[in-house]
């Protein structure tokens, strides 16, 4: 899975080089890209201030989790799965439920 400048980002088969989906939603270049624990979504974060939940299976985007008014630089799943977490230059961490998209708790600092 790759994060691109062009404002997308990518799933791959690595044994074989093949590309596998494009993932095209963003509007600015997206700067973090995670895998779920269980391999069946995928997270990308982007300087156009969201973050997004990606099916693994068809590269359809199932969320945007919006609330950040600066760049998100990072994104990353709980171990669990159940959460979202993402890094913006506001200053903030923001915890969102993987499930619902909705955003639980704002961390400030």
Do not use: M
């Not at 939940?53 to 630089?73: D, F, I, K, M």
């Amino acid at each position: 899975l790759t994060a691109s400048t062009d404002t997308t980002a990518a799933l791959w088969v690595a044994e074989s080089g093949t590309r596998i989906h494009t993932l095209k939603g963003h509007d600015d270049p997206v700067v973090s890209a995670a895998f779920s624990p269980d391999g069946n979504l995928l997270l990308t974060a982007s300087h156009d201030c969201t973050a997004k939940l990606w099916s693994a299976q068809s590269g359809e985007c199932l969320r945007t989790l919006r609330g950040h008014p600066l760049v998100v630089n990072s994104a990353a799943f709980s171990p669990d799965g159940a959460f979202v977490v993402t890094a913006s230059c506001d200053r903030t961490a923001k915890i969102w439920s993987a499930q619902s998209g909705h955003c639980l708790r704002t961390l400030q600092g």
